[in-house]
T-cell receptor, first 112, second 111 residues
Framework: KAGVTQTPRYLIKTRGQQVTLSCSPI?????VSWYQQTPGQGLQFLFE???????NKGNFPGRFSGRQFSNSRSEMNVSTLELGDSALYLC???????????FGQGTRLTVV | QQPVQSPQAVILREGEDAVINCSSS?????VHWYRQKHGEAPVFLMI?????EQKGHEKISASFNEKKQQSSLYLTASQLSYSGTYFC????????????FGDGTTLTVKP
């Protein structure tokens, strides 16, 4: 069974640009959550999608958005990038909520 | 609100035991534990949904005291492979599905 796949693995962007990250969950998993991980702030929840609906959102500005498609694949978009957005962005999938969550390897975003 | 993990770091010798605590000021709906090794993605260890429930995974187990809004992760007879950073993630009743993570506990197991 293939694991959670995140693309791209590494990304370098310039301040002011926008970026889209992709997450393909494990087949059959309907819940996808996104997290930002930085050395200073730790692991922070961005949002959670279930069956194409955003059920929960963390405390991030509106520049951070996401969506989930009918095949459960999810994308995360960050507009008007800031230096502070440099981080490892992790995606996790679960069959349903409150069950075992599987993380992808993450996308390392560097904003210069 | 972010749960508080303690201790921040612990160093063990192989075969020793350790306990990592995770406390919240809010009524918890669930607690889940992860281990992350340097440069790798977090790996799910277990989730606890009911008060007082205890679960096990290899020689790692955890308890959840719903009344105290606290969970503890027990690592017995530690192995070198247990080294890493342990995170607890919590969900509160008013916002189930939104996970908030502690700052992590770095565990180092030495031969």
């Amino acid at each position: 069974k293939a694991g959670v796949t995140q693309t791209p693995r590494y990304l370098i962007k310039t301040r002011g640009q926008q970026v889209t990250l992709s997450c393909s969950p494990i087949s059959g998993h309907r819940s996808v959550s996104w997290y930002q991980q930085t050395p200073g702030q730790g692991l922070q929840f961005l949002f959670e999608y279930f069956s194409e609906t955003q059920r929960n959102k963390g405390n991030f500005p509106g520049r951070f958005s996401g969506r989930q498609f009918s095949n459960s694949r999810s994308e995360m978009n960050v507009s008007t990038l800031e230096l502070g957005d440099s981080a490892l962005y992790l995606c996790a999938s679960s069959p349903v909520a409150d069950t075992e969550a599987f993380f992808g390897q993450g996308t390392r975003l560097t904003v210069v | 609100q972010q749960p508080v993990q303690s201790p921040q770091a612990v160093i063990l010798r192989e075969g020793e035991d350790a306990v990592i605590n995770c406390s919240s000021s809010k009524a918890l709906y669930s607690v889940h534990w992860y281990r992350q090794k340097h440069g790798e993605a977090p790996v799910f260890l277990m989730i606890l949904l009911k008060g007082g429930e205890q679960k096990g995974h290899e020689k790692i187990s955890a308890s959840f005291n719903e009344k105290k809004q606290q969970s503890s992760l027990y690592l017995t007879a530690s192995q070198l492979s247990y080294s890493g950073t342990y995170f607890c993630g919590t969900e509160v009743y008013t916002n189930a599905g939104k996970s908030t993570f502690g700052d992590g506990t770095t565990l180092t197991v030495k031969p």
